[in-house]
């Protein structure tokens, strides 16, 4: 991940516990260029399913700031529209695992598998998580086979935390931990819901090595895709922002970190 603000190097050292090969594989940022905001201009390939491409740039201020992104709407039953970065195996070696990073704001979502998503395969597994932003529901979720709870079903929705998604941006992320296979999913900081276990992909290929967002819906549904994005990153080991209590602690008090958190929310 990056830093807008300068900090002293004692702060970045406690607050970026980063393993010493982490590197940015995949990145797209509204917030790169004046006018740059597709990530179809920033490498990701784009596949609709509707011509009529309800997507476009824009920016929207919430509490005093000012976030760019990139918005997915769905206005006909027929529309989807999501993006994809090929990956190859050597992304997911680092010792210290991968990071998967989504910036967003939801404010509507069909709770279906792909109607708002994130999703990382690597090559035998695939992890997505799922936005779900309906009248009756605001909620992250996890699709796939959790096989410390049934391993005798797979491609299920499970809930990891109720959570209001169309009032502020959120930071999603998902780090691959090698000591135990597993992913761990935080909110901002804090992780949410248990580990999860592998997920069985279709074929293990090269072509299942990739991280894709947006809305791959094509169903009919009652609830309209409006989703606007931010960022969206791949990164080798570890790069998980730390939680706020635990970051104010070490570094004796909520100054510098309240710095460090305005520096991370980079609209």
Known sequence: ??????????????????SAGAAVIAEYNAATGASA????????????GNANLPTGSGSETIEGTEWRYWGISNTASAFSTTYRTNLVAGNFTDPEGWTATARLRV?????????????????????QIVFVKTATTSSINFWGL???????????????????????????????DPATQKVNVYLDGTQI???????????????????????????????????YWNQV???????????????????????????????????
């Not at 597709?38 to 490498?43: D, H, I, S, V």
């Not at 994130?118 to 035998?124: I, M, S, T, Y």
């Not at 410390?148 to 780090?175: C, F, G, W």
């Not at 080798?236 to 958190?261: C, D, K, Q, R, Y």
């Open 107 to 127: 404010q509507s979502a069909e709770s279906t598998l792909t109607s708002t998503y994130l999703q990382v395969r690597d090559g035998a597994s695939q992890w």
């Open 146 to 176: 959790d096989t410390d709870s049934d391993p005798e079903v797979d491609s299920r929705m499970k809930l990891l935390v109720n959570q209001n998604l169309a009032a502020d941006y959120i930071t999603l992320q998902l780090h691959f």
């Open 1 to 18: 991940m990056k830093l807008i603000l300068p900090l002293a190097a004692a702060a970045t050292a406690v607050l970026f516990p980063l």
């Open 37 to 48: 905001q597709n990530p179809n201009t920033q490498g990701w390939s784009e596949s609709i």
């Open 193 to 227: 819901g248990s580990s999860l276990a592998r997920s069985d992909v279709p074929t293990a290929t090269s072509s299942q090595f990739f991280i894709n967002f947006g809305d791959g819906d094509v169903s009919g549904r009652t609830t309209r895709t409006h989703a």
């Open 233 to 267: 990153m791949f990164e080798t080991g570890n790069t998980v922002i730390p939680e706020a209590g635990t970051s104010a602690l070490l570094l004796g008090g909520a100054g510098v970190f309240a710095l460090w958190a305005k520096s991370r929310r980079r609209p």
